[in-house]
């Protein structure tokens, strides 16, 4: 599919369906559709969800959704800083970041380029101000097919990752609210409805 079909036919489908996926009430079923998306627009081999925790100030691999399954889904916990890594500077500059070869990047994460990672387009993941994280869309082979991403592409992008920060800001609110009834707020420990 060329650039000018994709933004003739398949863009207004593809946002009617990122906006009508902030309803799915499953986190997991709504990142992998929305990964898709994402993977498929860019032609990419995965996409990744990689978390801030605030309080560690660190990131952590949650999900990933792709070809590479089986090399990526070894990373589902992997933490790293905030303060570092490519995903650090998307971070700290709230704009995304495409690194064409991952490889000689100064960056780099040492086990990510062990796992074959050629090049990686990361876009922040921002709801209502509040920085959630990012996600990492990754090639593991070299192609012309991503030497460049036209603008276009990468604000369609942009839209989805905006639609995946929203339903991640949901998820994070809906499990506070599950944790204040459980959860006493000065013991931190199981209340009568946590027994």
């Not at 990754?138 to 991403?149: G, Q, V």
């Not at 369609?156 to 506070?176: P, T, W």
């Amino acid at each position: 599919m060329n650039h000018s079909l994709l933004l003739d036919t398949a863009v207004p489908s593809l946002l009617a369906t990122m906006d009508a996926l902030t309803l799915e009430p499953d986190f997991q079923v709504f990142f992998k559709k929305a990964a898709a998306a994402v993977r498929t627009l860019l032609n990419a081999d995965g996409t990744a969800l990689i978390l801030l925790d605030e309080d560690s100030q660190t990131f952590e691999y949650k999900l990933f959704e792709g070809e590479q399954q089986h090399l990526l889904s070894a990373f589902k916990g992997f933490r790293f800083s905030a303060t570092s890594g490519i995903a650090g500077r998307a971070l700290a500059s709230k704009r995304s970041i495409f690194t064409r070869d991952y490889t000689q990047a100064s960056e780099a994460i040492p086990q990510l380029v062990s796992a074959g990672l050629q090049s990686n387009l990361v876009i922040p993941l921002i709801s209502s101000d509040k920085v959630l994280g990012v996600i990492a869309s990754s090639w593991f082979k070299h192609t012309e097919k991503h030497a460049d991403i036209s603008p276009q592409l990468l604000a369609l992008a942009e839209r989805i990752a905006s639609q995946i920060a929203v339903a991640c800001h949901r998820e994070q609110l809906e499990a506070q609210l599950r944790s204040l009834v459980t959860i006493d707020p000065l013991t931190k420990l199981l209340n009568r409805r946590g027994i």
